[in-house]
């Protein structure tokens, strides 16, 4: 049975506002848009740069060109604070969701300045060079470790075995988790499913928050520890979290739900983007052998290599602003608190910007993809997401240079139109040639 959509008000189209579903003559969001999004941002993009949709929260513009969207990361016009129509929509949800909109809003993704200038300028003294420098060893060591626990086996799920884990690893080192709570990948599920969908449910919702409050009350325990700790005179930590807990002394961080809100969302937010990445790069690798061979004889390429998979198929397909002040775009009235989805997976593939832009081509030198956000919100782990990627990519190139997909013609996506995420990849260590016909034993480390 289907879930009850939550009775949020539907927004009328503005008058004279182009219609996705009209031209494109169905909706955006069908079984082929999750399959293959793209041919549906070509017919967006040729059509108009702003197009109205009630597939997206109740009634949203899709803007899916890359000189719009690359302005509208920049522009003090477009707010980044939507928590509050995104989690309070109704008056249900502001009885029974407030714990969810307490932390959600304070994130800094939704944050705007001043607020979000002051937390990022916290927040960014974990990812400096000089921290992640530090911090490449140990990833190259917990990277070999995973695939070391899957060499046995010559078929095996890279999702199940490092893409969903690695990542949740990895910020655990930056932020200084020791143990990573055991609940945190159905945790980071919960939230998935309610921050991926375009018009999520009551029951979505409740889940999701049933989830981040989990998530605070392990963050709030590690917190009181590493509170008595400096308390105590230990040796300081070289982490984040100690200097999260430095800045809420210091009055930086503005008290306990302002500090909770950073750990929960970072944690999410480090995982999630950075697994479907991990997977889906690999795979369109794999399914592009000429830009296999090319990594495999000169590894200088490794870092644009990864720029091209972001830009060709990005783990975030979208983003949204709220309208600060009514303006005109491009003929179009934009009133004073509408929702404006950016499509990132357009604006990526937008020919204006890039030449051949449904070709991987892992030597091309187009500049940063949109897939990291531009402007005051760049993705502030964006570094680190790099580095692990082609850490990742380097040691599976090393370690199984004729590693093939075990199901070329299978892809296993998510389902969700924001991540663009695959449950599960199939991988033959032995290559193509030596595939077995049981494709199904394969091991899930």
Same mark, same amino acid.
């Given at each position: 049975?289907?879930?009850?959509?939550?009775?949020?008000?539907?927004?009328?189209?503005?008058?004279? !506002?182009?219609?996705?579903?009209?031209?494109?003559?169905?909706?955006?969001?069908?079984?082929?848009?999750?399959?293959?999004?793209?041919?549906?941002?070509?017919?967006?993009? /040729?059509?108009?740069?702003?197009?109205?949709?009630?597939?997206?929260?109740? $009634?949203?513009?899709?803007? +899916?060109? @890359?000189?719009?969207?690359?302005?509208?990361?920049?522009?003090?016009?477009?707010?980044?604070?939507?928590?509050?129509?995104?989690?309070?929509?109704?008056?249900?949800?502001?009885?029974?969701?407030?714990?969810?909109?307490?932390?959600? !809003?304070?994130?800094?993704?939704?944050? =705007?300045?001043?607020?979000?200038?002051?937390?990022?300028?916290?927040?960014?003294?974990?990812?400096?060079? +000089?921290?992640?420098?530090?911090?490449?060893?140990?990833?190259?060591?917990?990277v070999a470790e995973r695939l070391d626990a899957?060499?046995?086996?010559?078929?095996?799920?890279?999702?199940?075995?490092?893409?969903?884990?690695?990542?949740?690893?990895?910020?655990?080192?930056?932020?200084?988790?020791?143990?990573?709570?055991?609940?945190?990948?159905?945790?980071?599920?919960?939230?998935?499913?309610?921050?991926?969908?375009?018009?999520?449910?009551?029951?979505?919702? *409740?889940?999701?928050?049933?989830a981040l409050l989990e998530m605070a009350r392990?963050?709030?325990?590690?917190?009181?520890?590493?509170?008595?700790?400096?308390?105590?005179?230990?040796?300081?930590?070289d982490d984040l979290i100690e200097r999260l807990?430095? #800045?809420?002394?210091?009055?930086?961080?503005?008290?306990?739900?302002?500090?909770?809100?950073?750990?929960?969302?970072?944690?999410?937010?480090?995982?999630?983007?950075?697994?479907?990445?991990?997977?889906?790069?690999?795979?369109?690798?794999?399914? @592009?052998? =000429?830009?296999?061979? @090319?990594?495999?004889?000169?590894?200088?390429?490794?870092?644009?290599?990864?720029?091209?998979?972001?830009?060709?198929? +990005?783990?975030?397909?979208?983003?949204?602003?709220? &309208?600060?002040?009514?303006? &005109?775009?491009?003929?179009?009235? *934009?009133?004073?608190?509408?929702?404006?989805?950016?499509?990132?997976?357009?604006?990526?593939?937008?020919?204006?910007?890039? /030449?051949?832009?449904?070709?991987?081509?892992?030597?091309?030198?187009?500049? #940063?993809?949109?897939?990291? $956000?531009?402007?005051?919100? !760049?993705?502030?782990?964006?570094?680190?997401?790099? *580095?692990?990627?082609?850490? &990742?990519?380097?040691? &599976?190139?090393?370690?199984?240079?004729?590693? #093939? *997909?075990?199901?070329?013609?299978? !892809?296993?996506?998510?389902?969700?139109?924001?991540?663009?995420?695959?449950?599960?990849?199939?991988?033959?260590?032995?290559?193509? +040639?030596?595939?077995?016909?049981?494709?199904?034993?394969?091991? #899930?480390?």
């Open positions: 049975m289907p879930e009850t959509r939550r009775a949020s008000a539907i927004h009328a189209p503005p008058p004279g !506002a182009p219609l996705a579903r009209a031209l494109l003559g169905h909706p955006v969001l069908d079984a082929e848009f999750l399959r293959d999004p793209y041919p549906t941002y070509r017919v967006l993009r /040729e059509g108009a740069p702003l197009v109205w949709s009630d597939e997206f929260f109740g $009634g949203a513009w899709l803007m +899916s060109r @890359h000189s719009d969207v690359e302005m509208l990361f920049r522009d003090a016009r477009f707010s980044a604070q939507r928590a509050g129509g995104w989690v309070m929509r109704t008056e249900e949800s502001r009885t029974e969701l407030r714990g969810f909109q307490r932390l959600f !809003a304070r994130a800094l993704v939704f944050l =705007d300045a001043p607020d979000h200038t002051r937390v990022r300028q916290v927040l960014a003294t974990g990812f400096r060079p +000089s921290d992640l420098q530090r911090l490449a060893p140990r990833i190259e060591q917990a899957v060499t046995p086996a010559r078929l095996f799920d890279f999702v199940a075995s490092v893409a969903r884990p690695l990542p949740a690893q990895v910020i655990g080192m930056l932020m200084g988790i020791d143990d990573e709570p055991s609940g945190f990948v159905a945790w980071s599920d919960a939230l998935a499913d309610f921050v991926g969908a375009p018009d999520p449910s009551q029951a979505q919702a *409740l889940t999701a928050q049933a392990y963050f709030e325990s590690l917190l009181t520890r590493r509170r008595a700790a400096l308390d105590g005179g230990d040796e300081p930590r807990l430095q #800045a809420e002394r210091s009055g930086q961080i503005h008290g306990s739900a302002e500090l909770m809100a950073q750990c929960v969302m970072l944690l999410f937010a480090g995982h999630e983007t950075t697994r479907h990445l991990l997977a889906n790069g690999l795979r369109m690798l794999l399914a @592009h052998p =000429d830009a296999w061979h @090319h990594l495999r004889r000169d590894r200088a390429l490794m870092p644009g290599a990864v720029r091209e998979l972001l830009r060709f198929d +990005s783990p975030v397909q979208y983003t949204g602003r709220r &309208v600060v002040t009514d303006l &005109v775009l491009h003929g179009q009235t *934009l009133r004073r608190g509408d929702l404006v989805v950016a499509l990132i997976g357009a604006a990526n593939r937008d020919p204006a910007r890039h /030449e051949r832009p449904d070709e991987l081509d892992i030597s091309r030198s187009a500049g #940063a993809p949109l897939a990291f $956000g531009q402007g005051p919100h !760049a993705c502030i782990g964006a570094a680190l997401t790099l *580095l692990e990627a082609q850490t &990742v990519f380097s040691q &599976v190139i090393d370690r199984w240079p004729d590693l #093939a *997909l075990a199901e070329p013609n299978a !892809a296993a996506w998510t389902g969700k139109p924001l991540y663009r995420g695959l449950t599960e990849l199939r991988l033959n260590s032995a290559g193509p +040639s030596s595939r077995s016909a049981d494709v199904g034993a394969y091991t #899930a480390a």
